[in-house]
Every structure is written in structure tokens, then in C-alpha cells.
């Protein structure tokens, strides 16, 4: 069975960090490519950060300098490490791992950034 889960959400003030974690199972994490995405109340789900199976990484552009996405593959997780946030960047912050057509989901992880 395929399982994303997130984890690390929370409230943090602007300018604060967080780190977000995606537990894997259930399929072979390394082939993958594993991505964040986020949906904000009222707006569509957007990509975040990717990182392919390779290692190499894709950012969305108002993430750039201050979003990394890492990935274990020993441990079958990625993480998303948040710096310098602000308030528009808070909304629910979901885990994606995809290969050719197939796509997994997590249920997501709360990040609310407060000015």
C-alpha cells in the first residue's frame, strides 16, 4: 500500500523556518521523482520544489533562495527546508512522488506563516 505522509507543519512567524518531511512506502522511492506542492485557500495547487530521481532540483520562482528540497533515498523521505517565510506562503503543503503517469499524494501538512 502507498503511503505519503507529511510531517513538520505548523504556525511560525515571518521570517521563521520550517522543515517538512514525507515519509514513503509502499513503492520503490528511489525511481521516483518527488516534488512539494502547495494549495492556498481559494487558489490552485502549485508546485513548489522538485527532485528527480537524479538528485537534480526545480524550484518555483518565488521559492528560489529560500526553499531546498532534499531527498534520502536510504530512508525513502524528502524534506523541504523553509527559510525566511512569509505570510503568503502559508497553505497546505502536500508531498507528490511520480513516475511516468502515476502520481501519489499525501494528505498534506498546515504551514501558517503569521506577519
Known amino acids: 500500500q502507498v503511503q505519503l505522509v507529511e510531517s513538520g507543519g505548523g504556525l511560525v512567524q515571518a521570517g521563521g523556518s520550517l522543515r517538512l518531511s514525507c515519509a514513503a512506502s509502499?513503492?520503490?522511492?528511489?525511481?521516483?521523482?518527488m516534488a512539494w506542492h502547495r494549495q492556498a485557500p481559494g487558489k490552485q495547487r502549485e508546485l513548489v520544489a522538485e527532485?528527480?530521481?537524479?538528485?537534480?532540483?526545480h524550484y518555483a520562482d518565488s521559492m528560489k533562495g529560500r526553499f531546498t528540497i532534499s531527498r534520502d533515498n536510504a530512508n525513502n523521505a524528502v524534506y523541504l527546508q523553509m527559510n525566511t517565510l512569509k505570510p503568503e506562503d502559508t497553505a497546505v503543503y502536500y508531498c507528490?512522488?511520480?513516475?511516468?503517469?502515476?502520481?501519489?499524494w499525501g494528505q498534506g501538512t498546515q504551514v501558517t506563516v503569521s506577519s
Open positions: 507528490r512522488a511520480r513516475r511516468g503517469p502515476v502520481n501519489y
Open positions: 509502499g513503492f520503490t522511492f528511489s525511481i521516483y521523482d
Open positions: 527532485i528527480i530521481s537524479s538528485g537534480s532540483t
